[in-house]
C-alpha cells in the first residue's frame, strides 16, 4: 500500500484482515505460546480463558451478554420506531459496529473526526458525528471521502456561527462538491455541555448554514445526558424544547433543502435516559417530510457493574428487559502483605477508574481453579499496576488466586484493551475484538 | 512468522520495524493524507505540527526536553554512583528505552510480565520487574527467554513464602535450567503497597528462597514512594531499614549463590525521593560482594506540568538541575456557548486525569496561527471526549483555535497515544514514538 492519492479512496480495509492480524507482544493477557499465530487460528482453538496459556490481567467479555444486549437494544428501538445510531466511542471495534449493523443499526455515532476515519477504514457506510467538526484537516480529508464515495451517508453538529464559518471555510478550499449534512444542536441547558443555548441562537446557527453553500440543514440534536440536575421531568422538558426546535425549524421552511427520500433528522439518546427520548420522541408531531428519530446510545453493548446498572432506564421500565453486565477483569493476586490487604496485577492500565472502583465479584483458587464469591474483598484503590484490595477478617485469599472484577463506565474499560477475549460462560474463547483508539 | 516453537527462541524486533510501520487509521492525529507512508518516510518530510495536515486532538512529546531529561538523570545517576534502570511503565517505548540505555541505564524496570515481553520483543537484555511474578504462564515464558537466551539478565520481587512456592512449581513444571534471580521485597511501611512487612518476613521469604532450587536470592528492594505519610525524615528511615536488611542478609551469607562478577542489588527510587535514594545509598557500608545500587524512576523522561512538577527531588537539590516537562496536548475549541464556557475536543481519552487536570498554557489562534498565553483559561472538567474550559471575563477565545494544554502525570498520559510526535521548538516533527499498553 502506497500513501494514498488525494484523488483515490483506499479500498476499506475488512474484518477479514483483522481476522488475519498476527497476535504478538502488541496485545497484552494474550498467550505468549501464541506469538505468530493469526487471530482467526487463535480463536479455532477455542482455547480456555483460564487454563489456555492467558496471563493476567486479562479482559474477558461475555459473548453471551454480549449478543443479549445486542437483540435488547434492536427490539427496544424497533418498538419505540426509532433509528439507531449506536455511539462508536464506547468500543471502537469494527467487528461489534459489524455485528450492531446487522442487528437493524442505520449508522454509527461518532465523537471525534479519528474515529469517524476508523469507521471509513472498514467501510460504515452512515456515520452520525456528535459534535461539531471545525478542523480544517479533517474537513479537508472528511469531503474526499464523500465525493470518493456517493453511498457515504454523514451527519455532524453544528453549534456556532464562527463554526460554520469555519466549516465552510475549510470546505471550499479543499473543493468539496457534496454538500455536508448538519443538525443544529441545542445545548442541554446553562452550565451544559456544547449546543447552542438557546432558540434564537440554534436560529441564528440555521441561518449561517443556509448561507453556507457547503452544508445543509438536516435536523436538531442533543444531549440529554448532560442536563443540569437531570431528572425524569427537567430531561422531558429538555427534549420537548428540543422537538419545538425542529418544528419551528420546519415551519419555517429551513429544511427546504432535502429531497426525494431525505428525513428530517431529529437526534437524542445516552444511555440514562433513552426511555424519556422514545415516549418524548413518540409525540413527534407530523412535519413537511417523514422524521428520522435517531437514538445514540452505546453504552448498552457492555453495560456495566457500576454507573450504567444504577443509571440504565430498564430500570424504570423492567418489563421491556434489562442489560447484561458483559466485562469480568481477571487479575492476579501477587501479594498478601497483612490480613487486611492484599494486591492483584491489575491497575489504571488496566480497569476503568473514572466513574467507580472495579468491585470483586469472584475469587478463582490459584490451587484448584474452584470459584466462589468474593466475600468481605474490597477493591480501594488502583496505582498504574496494581489494584489495592482490603480484606475483611475470614476473606479467604491468598497469593497466586484470580479475582473477577466487576468494572464501571464501559467507554473507560474498551479503551485500555487491544484485543479483548470475548469468551463463553464456560470459559472458552470464541473469537478477539479489536479495538482502535 | 509461525507460531514460535517452544525451543527456539523468536529473533528481537528492531526500532527498524518500527519506523517501517505504516501510517494509518490506528494513529489518532496523524495527518490523513499520510496514510500508508511509512513512519521514516513520514518523519523525513519533517512536517510541521500546526501547518502539516494533523489532526486535533494531538499530543507532542518536546524533543529538546526529552534530551534534556535524558541526559540530566545520566549525569544525575553517575554523579551518585546509581546505577539506572529506568521504569519503563512510564512510556513503554522501546524508542525510549533505546535512548536510555545509550544515555548510561543498567536495564529498564517493569511492573508486569507483559511489559517485560515487550522489552524482550525489541531486544532489551538487562529487565528488572519490580514486582511478584505468580503466573505460572508467564513463568514458563520467562524461563524460555532465559534459557535460550544467555545474555538475558531479570531480576524480579518476592515478598511471600507462598510466592515463592508458586514460582518454583511453575519454573519446575516448565523444566527452567537457569535460575531466576530475585530479590526480596521490603513494603514501606503498615497499609503501604507489596513487600514483606517485617524484616522476620523477609527472612522467611529468603529462606524459602534459598530452599527452591530454581531461584537466586541476589538482593533486596523496595518503593519509598508508597512510605505512608512520607516525608524527607520517614523516608530515609525506610531506606536505612532497607540497607540494614541487605547487611544483615549479607552477614547471615544469604547472597553465598551469587559468583563471579555478581553484584548485590539493592533498589528503590521512584520519581519523587530519589534524592533520599541516593544519599542513603552512598552510606551502603562495604559488603562481602560490589553493591548495585539500582534506581527505577521512570517519570523523569517527560516530566510533567502537574504532580511531578511539585514532587521532583530537583526541586529541594535545584543545583542539581531541572527537569522539563515534555508534553504539551493540543486541542481545538469546536464549541463556544457563553461568555464563561468553551469546549475543546479533548477529553479521557486524550489527556491524563487521575491526577490533576490538565492545565491550559497557551492558545494558538485559529486564524492567525499566533499564540498568546491562555490568560483566565482555566480547564474544570473532562468527559470522554471533550474538555470543559472555564473562561473569564475578557478571556480571548473563539471557535477554530487551539488550546496548548500542560498534564499532570506522564504514565497516563502516555498510554492513551500509541504514536506520538516528537516535536522541536519550532513545531517540527522529527520522529514518532510508538508505545504499546
Known amino acids: 500500500m502506497a500513501a494514498a492519492d488525494e484523488d483515490v479512496a483506499t479500498a476499506p480495509h475488512t474484518l477479514g484482515e483483522l481476522a488475519a492480524e498476527r497476535v504478538d507482544h502488541r496485545f497484552k493477557a494474550l498467550p505468549p505460546d501464541a506469538d505468530g499465530l493469526t487471530v482467526a487460528a487463535l480463536a479455532a482453538e477455542r482455547r480456555n480463558l483460564f487454563t489456555g496459556g492467558f496471563t493476567t490481567p486479562v479482559l474477558a467479555l461475555s459473548a453471551e451478554s454480549v449478543a443479549h444486549n445486542l437483540a435488547l437494544l434492536e427490539t427496544y428501538a424497533e418498538r419505540h420506531g426509532l433509528a439507531f445510531a449506536p455511539h462508536g466511542k464506547t468500543s471502537m471495534a469494527p467487528q461489534l459496529f459489524a455485528r ?162 431525505d428525513r428530517i433528522v431529529i437526534s437524542a439518546g445516552g444511555s440514562a435516559w433513552f426511555d424519556a427520548v422514545a415516549d418524548v420522541f413518540a409525540e413527534i408531531p407530523d412535519l413537511t417530510r417523514p422524521v428520522c428519530k435517531l437514538l445514540r446510545s452505546g453504552a448498552y453493548i457492555s453495560h456495566d457493574d457500576g454507573h450504567y446498572r444504577h443509571l440504565t432506564p430498564f430500570n424504570r421500565v423492567p418489563e421491556e428487559g434489562a442489560l447484561q453486565p458483559a466485562f469480568r477483569l481477571w487479575a492476579q493476586v501477587v501479594s498478601r502483605p497483612s490480613d487486611e490487604q492484599a494486591f492483584v ?83 472458552t474463547v470464541t473469537d478477539y475484538i479489536r479495538t482502535f483508539f
Chains 1, 2 share one sequence.
Open 100 to 261: 450492531q449493523l446487522e442487528h437493524g443499526a442505520w449508522g454509527i455515532t461518532a465523537a471525534v473526526p479519528h474515529q469517524v476515519r476508523v469507521y471509513r477504514a472498514y467501510g460504515i457506510e452512515r456515520i452520525f458525528l456528535a459534535n461539531e467538526l471545525v478542523d480544517a484537516v479533517a474537513l479537508r480529508w472528511l469531503a474526499g471521502e464523500l465525493d470518493s464515495d456517493p453511498d457515504f451517508h454523514f451527519i455532524c453538529y453544528a453549534d456556532s456561527v464562527r463554526g460554520v464559518e469555519l466549516m465552510d471555510e475549510a470546505l471550499r478550499a479543499a473543493g468539496a462538491v457534496r454538500p455536508v449534512d448538519v443538525v443544529v444542536e441545542l445545548g442541554a441547558g446553562e452550565g451544559a455541555r456544547t449546543g447552542a443555548r438557546t432558540e434564537a441562537d440554534c436560529a441564528a446557527v440555521a441561518d449561517a448554514v443556509a448561507a453556507a453553500g457547503t452544508l445543509r440543514l438536516v435536523g436538531v440534536a442533543g444531549y440529554e445526558g448532560e442536563v443540569p440536575d437531570a431528572s425524569a421531568e427537567r430531561v422531558r422538558d429538555w427534549l420537548h424544547r428540543l422537538v419545538r426546535v425542529a418544528t419551528d425549524f420546519d415551519k419555517a421552511d429551513r429544511f427546504a433543502a432535502l429531497a426525494g427520500d
Open 345 to 427: 496485577n491489575a491497575g489504571k492500565r488496566d480497569a476503568a477508574y473514572d466513574l467507580d472502583l472495579p468491585q470483586a465479584q469472584v475469587v478463582r483458587s490459584g490451587r484448584d481453579g474452584s470459584v466462589r464469591a468474593a466475600t468481605g474483598i474490597t477493591v480501594t484503590g488502583l496505582s498504574d499496576q496494581h489494584g489495592w484490595l482490603r480484606t475483611e477478617a475470614g476473606a479467604e485469599l491468598e497469593v497466586g488466586d484470580w479475582v473477577g472484577m466487576g468494572l464501571s463506565h464501559p467507554c473507560t474499560s474498551f479503551d485500555k484493551w487491544q484485543l479483548i477475549p470475548l469468551v463463553e460462560a464456560d470459559g
